[in-house]
């Protein structure tokens, strides 16, 4: 049975508090980085452990503090982004209102590591529990000298603060997330140049998914060849699993990296709901391509699912039984998709909307045979041709539903009508 | 304190130079107060954040256009968001709460009752997948939604109205 690491303390009473926080062993990690450390010496621990981005790209959490400059001269920044919106993702939310000062102790020693003095939260505007808790988790932590002046005796200073979204999914990409910290619509910028050279207001920035920041105290506290023997080789740590969908326990489950999939739906979530039979799992969250229930056994890791076709993304698993009609998942994926596209890539922009014209069209029964390969021409128009992963996570989920369950979609337009949930 | 006004929370007095009111960062928090004081983005709310921060006011409705939780409009006193996420309609949440409360308030989406006390939308989704459907109230969230959950929640808020 695994122990639980991240959300160990979330079924705890008052566990949001820094009392219970500390009582459980936290900011224990700080001093000692403080005293003993150097910023490379964390930095390496961190690339030795193998831990990576939990934010759905999965990049190397070390390398990425590594790309920082080091001259003291420049100023730095470090961002928390707790913009979670991806469909079926439902983890950050927890560890920010259960367990907010595993997260601002990881952002302490992130910016110790990389020299910045200055660090934001910027959060989803809907999050109002998850503000009010980030901002007395913040206050908890100034009055007992985490953050501010000088923290602890040491040379290192580090103000934080809080900066709230107002609805829009894709402020959680990075480089959107620092255009709207600096007050700008959130339109993703080119990359490269990548934020560890120039990100906000110009300077370097580190930007981290929360569950990526609360993995830095235990990494600290009990070693990088620890972390590194959870999960598999190239997939270490814990990982929040989100599932939804049509099983008997929904909910988050902390397990390691590499859990097949099959051991997370039955005996983790208890099985499918009203024993009706598997038909496809979205792994990752919305941006990533179906499962079929001859795929089960994946493990679910970074390159695990890669191999199969998918992404790890967010580890946001939705599962749908028998009775769900693909083209009507294809349709509600395509309308986020549509609504959250910023607009500033016109495949993007144009591209979504056209798709999404077709699949109502198809689910309402009045879709024409051309139907189906104009969806393939329009996703692999959007394909590669955006600035940010938003083209891509909006039609990757179409193309594999397209090739999976293309029946449905014929049949759609063929009997002008869904067959598939039985009912008319 | 209202968490609207977190941006200028945790600054040091040097800060308060970057973040000085009138500089662009300080817009998403300068709106939110002006929403909150006007109950929606006037003309004139727009005017004034705009001369405030020393911006175009076309810039600022650019702003007020592209984030979902700035509104242009008056809305009711509760706004009734309905996720339609994938997880609320898999458990048979969106279409059928949005379809409830339609006929109950009879409204459609996007529209307000007549006494001005609800105003019905739908949103993407809200984050509550594993305890969908879910429905936002102003700034609570209610989870597991069922009819009879609607329709305590549409009881308990008229209850403050009476």
């Known amino acids: 049975m695994f122990e639980p690491i991240l959300t160990r303390n979330c079924g705890l009473p008052r566990s949001e508090t820094i ?55 420049v100023e730095k920044y470090v961002c928390v982004n707790t913009d979670e919106g991806e469909p079926g993702t439902f983890k950050d939310r927890e560890l920010v209102e259960k367990d907010p000062h595993q997260i601002i102790e990881g952002v302490i020693i992130a910016s110790y590591a990389v020299g910045a003095k200055r660090a934001f939260v910027y959060i989803r505007g809907e999050f109002f529990l998850g503000v009010k808790r980030w901002i007395k988790a913040i206050d908890d932590a ?128 208890g099985g499918m709901a009203f024993d009706k039979k598997l038909k496809a799992v979205i792994p990752g969250g919305a941006s990533t391509p179906m499962l079929t229930p001859e795929q089960i056994d994946t493990p679910m890791a970074f390159e695990t699912l890669e191999a199969a076709g998918t992404m790890l993304g967010t580890g946001a698993i939705i599962v749908m039984n028998e009775d769900t009609c693909m083209v009507d998942v294809a349709r509600r994926l395509m309308r986020f998709f549509a609504h959250e596209s910023c607009g500033r890539c016109v495949p993007c922009r144009v591209g979504t909307r056209r798709m999404l014209d077709i699949l109502e069209r198809v689910e309402a029964g009045k879709g024409k045979a051309e139907d189906i390969p104009h969806l ?49 | ?79 009734l968001q309905v996720c339609e996420g994938l997880s609320c309609h898999l458990v048979g949440g969106a279409e059928g709460l949005v379809d409830y409360l339609r006929r109950k308030l009879a409204v ?36 597991n939604m069922t009819a009879e959950k609607v329709d305590e929640l549409l009881e308990t808020l008229r209850g403050y109205h009476v």
């Open chain 2, 108 to 143: 459609q989406p996007g529209q307000t009752t007549k006494d001005g006390l609800f105003t019905l939308e739908t949103v993407q989704c809200l984050a509550s997948c594993g305890t969908s459907p879910a429905i936002r109230v102003n700034d609570a969230l209610y989870e």
């Open chain 1, 19 to 73: 009392d219970v926080y500390m009582a459980n062993g936290g900011y224990q990690a700080l001093p000692k980085v403080l005293r003993e450390c150097t910023p490379d010496q964390v930095i390496e621990t961190v690339i030795a452990s193998g831990l990576r981005g939990r934010g759905g790209a999965g990049f190397p959490a070390g390398r990425k503090w590594s790309f920082m400059p080091k001259d003291p001269q």
């Open chain 1, 142 to 269: 100034y009055a007992k000298g985490f953050l501010g002046k000088n923290i602890l005796g040491s040379e290192f200073s580090l103000d934080l603060s809080v900066h709230r979204g107002a609805g829009a999914y894709i402020c959680g990409e990075e480089t959107a997330l620092i255009e709207s910290l600096e007050g700008k619509r959130g339109e993703p910028r080119k990359k490269p140049p990548y934020p560890a050279n120039v990100g906000l207001w110009g300077k370097p920035t580190l930007v981290h998914n929360v569950e990526t920041l609360a993995n830095i105290p235990h990494i600290i506290n009990r070693g990088a060849q620890w972390y590194a023997s959870i999960g598999t080789p190239k997939s270490a740590g814990p990982k929040i699993f989100c599932i939804s969908g049509h099983v008997r326990n929904r909910g988050v489950f902390e397990l390691p990296l590499g859990t097949t999939l099959r051991e997370i739906i039955e005996e983790h979530a």
């Open chain 1, 376 to 424: 393939e021409d329009l996703a692999n128009g959007i394909r590669g041709r955006t600035f940010c992963p938003l083209g891509d996570a909006a039609v990757n989920p179409i193309l594999s539903s397209l090739r999976l369950f293309r029946n449905e979609y014929e049949d759609h337009i063929k009997h002008k009508r869904c067959t598939a949930m039985g009912s008319p």
């Open chain 2, 1 to 79: 304190m209202s968490p609207l006004a977190t941006a200028s929370r945790h600054l040091s007095g040097e800060e308060v130079q970057i973040f000085d009111p009138a500089k662009r960062s300080m817009l998403l928090t300068a709106l939110y107060i002006a929403q909150e004081q006007y109950g929606y983005l006037t003309p004139d709310a727009v005017d004034r954040v705009a001369k405030r921060l020393g911006l175009p006011v076309t810039e600022v409705y650019s702003m007020a256009s592209f984030y979902s939780l700035y509104r242009t409009k008056p809305t009711g006193r509760y706004v």
